[in-house]
């Protein structure tokens, strides 16, 4: 029912940047929480970023950076039901598969949807 759709990502060099955005094609109610993960090969599926419905934010350490506002930043437009994902000095170990997810609902009553993901790869 629900598709999300992303779009922004491609080759890069280091210390480059990006920004990824997810929509949805569908109607959502009840969005419990977007974010983004990331996947390389040979390694599994791994967290990014998150943003609850109640706007608090989560960061994987990989990204933050040596100070407290790191090298990406989430963001969504409710209106649009859309996510984005700002990547900032893009670093090699960056290369991945970026996949928006989107909850709905809380508990066992909860859906996910993936998007088909998007490769961003980060040339030295």
């Known amino acids: 029912q629900v598709q999300l759709v992303e779009s922004g990502g491609g080759l890069v060099q280091a210390g480059g940047s990006l920004r990824l955005s997810c929509a949805a094609s569908?109607?959502?109610?009840?969005?419990?929480?977007m974010g983004w993960y990331r996947q390389a090969p040979g390694k599994q599926r791994e967290l990014v970023a998150s943003?609850?419905?109640?706007?608090?934010?989560?960061?994987?350490?990989?990204v933050k950076g040596d100070s407290v506002k790191g090298r990406f930043t989430i963001s969504r437009d409710n209106a649009k039901n859309t996510v984005y994902l700002q990547m900032n000095s893009l670093k090699p170990e960056d290369t991945a598969v970026y996949y928006c997810?989107?909850?709905?609902?809380?508990?066992?009553?909860?859906?996910?949807?993936w998007g088909q993901g998007t490769q961003v790869t980060v040339s030295s």
């Open positions: 997810n989107f909850r709905i609902g809380e508990g066992l009553r909860a859906v996910e949807y």
């Open positions: 569908g109607r959502i109610f009840r969005l419990n929480a």
């Open positions: 943003i609850t419905s109640d706007s608090k934010v989560n960061y994987a350490d990989s």
